[in-house]
């Protein structure tokens, strides 16, 4: 039904429909151990009042245990996220039951930190409930738009957010160990009877959890995580730095390279520099942001927001590799092009990280698995280097004994060099491999996802610069886990690089400048055209 916020349907149109699919479900299939009510309220956006008439006047109001929350932040063609819930049985059952989860704890924290706004389950939260929120949250420049119509949902979108819903009713109504209602002591807003909803503290899970692979949730208690991150932290800049130690003691390296010392001490000096860099690509994205983007009309980003992304992104990559550029002609600085600079940058990148990851551990473990992958993922990267170097140096010595292990002296280096360009590139991309592919594919469409939401809540509330350091963190924090990458390139091919980076920073500028504002959304609320 059309509301003046617009048609509605991924808030929350879509919602109903997964409703009635699921409850058509459940009563085709087999009875289950507890019931399971449907609650079909409005009044939400005027007020919460449809879920204010279920707390103060319905004879099921005390009935419920657990209270799933349909929302639509976003777009619902894809999947929905659990952003929030007020006990770790509630993120648990999640965790435990949905059959595709999707979500990372970090989203809770934004709710609790920032005014983001309250919804019907910030009623049942107040009944002890034991609570979940489910959201689309993909596109939410659609939010409250007369954008948001029938083309904003998707079978896709409704499939994830129905399947899973489907699957935690029943392993909720049959769980062993459905739980007492929450209690004041957990969470302070229990048994509260006023309409101040917007003073209440924002949930807190006291758990910590992200999703992988689209089929399992990773879910830990947060006083676990905090343990696990920071014994992380430290462990794995010594287990790399061991590892580098053996490779070099190990196996022979190239002629007329770097000691040991050189690498270790190269390391110290990339973690400074990488430090550096995090913090000029904050500061050159934050400059961007209110030089051009922030001066605009919010409504711009609306339509383009992608393009938004585009340019702060490459604002906080350009002075990575321009202080790259500059540390190349540096007196001392060495190993580009034949591999021997990669140990320092990796150690380098893995002390930045590191770092971050046991400062965040107190006081913001939700953050942690953000940078949890590419700290665990470093040291097996060099693990996986040491196997594969072990695996060609057994083939050597079997085919015609050239491969010799060296002296424990680091400056004795065989000439030539044992290994061949085609066993040098296997070793690079299997190290690659499991120490940038891997996080990669396990933890950034997490971050994406967030750092989209995160921009349209920012700019609803006139926070929009906060996009700048959000976008030059994310992207000159991405640019330190591939500098082992760009620093096997030739001076030469890095100076394209950065000359490209540049020209495409331009033409972002550019595009952004030329940007038209939404004119539908501007004329549906203003109703000036």
Known sequence: LPTNHGPGVSDDLAGVAVLLEVAKKLAAGPRLSRDVIFAFVSGEEAGLMGSLVFRQFHEWRNRPGVVINLEGK???????????ANSAYGAGAYARFASRPAGFSFSEWIFRALPVGVTDLDIYRRLGYHCMDLVWVHDSYVYHTPDDDIN??????????????????????????????????????????????????????????????????????VQGARALFVVCAVVAPLASVALVVYIWLAFPQPSGGPALSSVLGGGAADALAGLASVLLGALAAVTMDAALVDRRDPRTWYDNQGLR?????????????????????????????????????????????????????????????????FVVCAPLGLAAEVAVRSAFAAAARQSDGSFKRVPSSPSSKPDPPPLTSGASLTVLAVRDLVAVGLPTLLQVPQVFNLVSVLSYILDSMDMGIGNGALCGIVSSLAILVFLPVLRRLSLRLLRINLVLTTMAWLFFVIKCAMAPTNVKWYCYFDSTC
């Open 152 to 221: 904003s949902a998707s079978p896709a979108g409704l499939d994830h957010e129905g399947s899973n819903l489907l699957s935690i009713i029943r392993g909720v109504a049959q769980d062993s160990e459905f739980p007492q209602p929450v209690a004041p002591s957990d969470d302070p807003v229990v048994g509260l009877w006023n309409n101040e909803f917007y003073s209440d503290p924002g949930m807190n899970s006291k758990s910590v959890y992200v999703a992988l692979f689209d089929k399992y949730m990773w879910f830990l208690p």
């Open 309 to 373: 992304f585009a340019l702060l992104g490459v604002s906080g990559v350009c002075p990575a590799l321009a202080l790259e550029l500059w540390r190349r002609g540096r007196p001392g600085f060495f190993g580009i092009g034949d591999g021997s600079g990669d140990h320092p940058s990796a150690l380098g990148a893995l002390a930045v990280y590191s770092l971050l990851l046991a400062s965040a551990a107190p006081s913001l473990p939700d953050l942690g698995f953000a940078l949890f992958w």
């Open 74 to 84: 976003g777009k619902a063609n894809s999947k929905e996220w659990l952003v929030r």
